[in-house]
């Protein structure tokens, strides 16, 4: 059994809160676009990744999902993150720090998810 890729849908009471955090912060472009529609949807992809974003007031409210996003020059994302939209480091991590794990980290968080870049 082969898997490709880990697809994530993550859920927005409102949608541009995401297209902030993906798009403007972290350099995602939208490869599908239904924002319009009355049940807003998109695909943001990045160097191969593929997020689905949704616009579901009730599902962002049982949702609050937090995922890694791996990267091999985790200063150059601090650097721009930092600058650009440090309202989005998260107070419990927002320097780059050596976890006991081995890796380098610093992490993100929005009104809906957390998002831990890391570095190994």
Known sequence: MNFE???PNI???DITDGLIMFVDCLGFTIGHDEI???????????????IN???NEALA?????????VTKN????????????????HPNLK???????????????DKQLGIIIQHW
């Open 5 to 7: 890729k880990l697809v």
């Open 95 to 109: 320097e780059i720090t050596l976890r006991s794990w081995g890796a380098k980290e610093f992490a993100l968080k």
């Open 11 to 13: 859920f927005y009471v």
């Open 53 to 55: 974003l949704f616009e």
């Open 36 to 50: 319009k529609s009355d049940q807003p949807f998109c695909v943001l992809e990045k160097d191969g990744l593929r």
């Open 74 to 89: 985790i200063k150059e994302v601090y650097r721009k993150v930092s600058k650009s939209y440090p309202e989005f480091l």
């Open 61 to 69: 409210k049982e949702h609050s999902p937090e995922f890694r996003l």
